[in-house]
């Protein structure tokens, strides 16, 4: 079965004229890839927010300066974790690719979260270093004490631009805005200051390979605790050149085009589209914060991007607003959708508003993440397309036997781009990554005899919230430590804004507890898109004879009205 599966994926790949054999190892390391880049691309324009741009070479300079820096100040060595938490801005670029060039490992931090989460991040990663953004600082103030973070790396929303504005944007952010918070944080270096002292010292290259760690990219699971899934320089590497072989299929030019960012480069699809972006030689557009849905709008009128990497809730947002039906999309030649299921209907309505079709993939944190994707000249809307070169893909049963085309089964993948495993988790890492390096996707899906592949259902009861993954059990370890709660679960419902709802069901330990008092203590637990947007009261929750509750009947309950 698995020799006919692999028959007609190459079977579609002659078809498509699509070359399998890239060379996933054409790089040692991320910085070689991106050294080239610096190298090839000097003078044109690398990446913007906020309305300022860096070059190829500003880059290479500042991230140079960043790497200096963590080499001769911090009192890192090669191997150690640097945090780093905030939204889309130019200056992230410059601390990951500065931290990955001193030979130190990237800890991509969520800003949105809560006290609870960012201690466990910070703790489970070992993080000495957190490079932080002003605007978000406040969380990281109550809890970096009980943490190993030795000192906090603190950036303001302008700190790269050119003065006088760099002052004009940071004070009126400051001061009129009243975005930055108050707060005291120890051990705390200026960014620039940061960059001036490390360009006082030249920086040291580092000799890097592909099997090196670069990132701990953190993800949630079935057991409620965030893992950090271990991606090596080679992990992203491979992915990069596994989406360049895609990428020749929609014709484009990327040298000197805009890749329009507005996901948030933390999050690993925004990342690796980011690096790929950055080895073509293209504009990156970084997009600081997608739910001012303005300013998305704002930017697409300004520069009239020609990639533009969506999920399908922007899609259907950005679709009901009646100044983006109004641009011109002249430039808009390829529309990327991840993160969370296409819809049919955002998929024919976009494309509809901008002459531009939605192209969906498939993948996971731990895939860095492309698994699969739909080419540009064979795309099957309602699939998530073929894998991508060199990776290998099999449906298996509940018993582990290889199943055939057309049977549901549990998506497995075999890439040059599948994590190393968990962070310091080797029995989580044993429960998804067998010995021959097949990962367990936790996914139900069908093979189709031409090779395309559908997404049907779900082992794990993870929900999606507008393409964040939401764990059941960590949102009911939560709920289940308020003194007014029995017991719960979570389940998610459709919903057109955010592709799933959160329904937490309760058993009330106190008669007196009410759906706002659950909702405001979610609040204050868990990340704003974890909270539940409805609470449903019952006297008792359905369950197998052993206990355990059965999402699945709550899930028809709720289908049910």
């Known amino acids: 079965m698995q020799a006919d599966i692999s028959a007609a994926i ?19 390391s991320i910085v070689a890839l991106f050294e080239e880049a610096m190298t090839d691309f000097a003078d044109m324009p690398a990446c913007s927010s906020v309305g300022h741009a860096l070059s190829y070479a500003e880059l290479d300079t500042l991230s140079a300066n960043f790497a200096s820096w963590l080499q001769y100040e911090s009192g890192l060595v090669r191997g150690d974790r640097v945090a780093i938490q905030m939204p889309n801005l130019i200056q992230y670029l410059v601390a990951c690719l500065g931290t990955l060039r001193a ?75 009243k975005m930055v918070p108050k707060v005291s944080l120890p051990n705390v270096i200026k960014f620039n200051d940061a960059l001036k002292k490390g ?3 030249p920086f040291t290259p580092v000799a890097l390979n592909l099997t090196d760690l670069a990132m701990l990219q953190y993800t949630g699971g079935t057991t409620g605790v965030a893992k950090g899934a271990m991606l090596s320089h080679g992990n992203i590497v ?7 072989g895609f990428f020749e299929t929609f014709g484009i030019d990327a040298k000197g085009s805009v890749f329009m960012q507005p996901l ?24 600081p914060n997608p739910r001012d849905l303005g300013s998305v709008v704002d930017a697409f009128e300004k520069y009239q991007p020609t990639v533009f990497a969506g999920l399908n809730t922007l ?20 529309t990327m959708s991840g993160g969370m299921a296409l819809t049919q209907a955002a998929a024919e309505r976009w494309a509809e508003v901008t002459g531009c079709n939605v192209y969906e993939g498939y993948g996971l944190t731990e895939t860095s993440p492309t698994a699969t994707t739909n080419p540009g000249n064979g795309r099957q809307l309602g699939t998530i397309g073929i894998p991508v070169p060199q990776t290998y893909v099999k449906t298996v049963s509940d018993t582990g036997e290889t199943l055939g085309f057309g049977e549901a089964g549990e998506l497995c993948i075999k890439g040059p781009q599948v994590m190393q495993g968990y962070w310091q988790r080797p029995e989580a890492t044993a429960d998804v990554l067998d010995s021959e390096g097949w990962f367990s996707t936790g996914d139900v899906a069908v093979i189709q005899p031409d090779g ?89 929750l359905p369950k197998t004879n052993v206990g355990k509750i059965l999402r699945r009947e709550l899930r028809d309950l709720a289908a049910e009205g």
């Not at 607003?321 to 030649?333: C, G, K, P, V």
Request: proline share 4%.
């Open 10 to 28: 190459a079977a579609r790949y002659d078809d498509l004229n699509i070359e399998w054999n890239v060379d996933v190892t054409a790089y040692p």
């Open 199 to 201: 360009a006082q010292k």
């Open 452 to 540: 395309y592949i559908k997404i049907v259902d779900r082992i794990k009861d993870m929900i999606i919230v507008s393409g964040f993954n939401v764990y059941p059990n960590e949102l009911e370890d939560v709920c289940a430590k308020h003194p007014g709660v029995l017991e719960c679960a979570a389940v998610g419902l459709p919903s057109e804004a955010t592709g799933e709802a959160i329904r937490l069901y309760v058993v009330k330990a106190d008669d007196a507890l009410t759906e706002d008092e659950v909702i405001a203590y979610m609040r204050e637990q868990v990340t704003a898109y974890k909270v539940p947007k409805s609470i449903v009261f019952k006297d008792d």
């Open 103 to 177: 030979g130190m490992v990237v800890v991509n931090t969520n800003p949105l979260y809560t006290e609870r989460e960012l201690e466990h991040q910070l703790n489970d990663s070992g993080a000495r270093i957190l490079v932080l953004q002003a605007n978000v600082a406040e969380t990281a103030a109550n809890v970096v004490a009980k943490t190993g973070i030795e000192k906090i790396v603190l950036t303001e929303i302008a700190d790269l631009h050119p003065a006088p504005k760099r002052w004009l944007l940071n004070a009126a952010v400051k001061y009129i805005k």
């Open 264 to 287: 948030p480069v933390y999050h690993i699809y925004a990342f690796t589209v980011s690096m790929y972006s950055l080895r073509k030689g293209a504009h990156t557009l970084f997009i």
């Open 238 to 244: 491979a992915n990069v050149m596994q989406i360049d």
């Open 315 to 334: 899609f259907v947002a950005l679709c009901n607003d009646e100044r983006f039906r109004s641009i011109t999309f002249e430039n808009l030649q390829l």
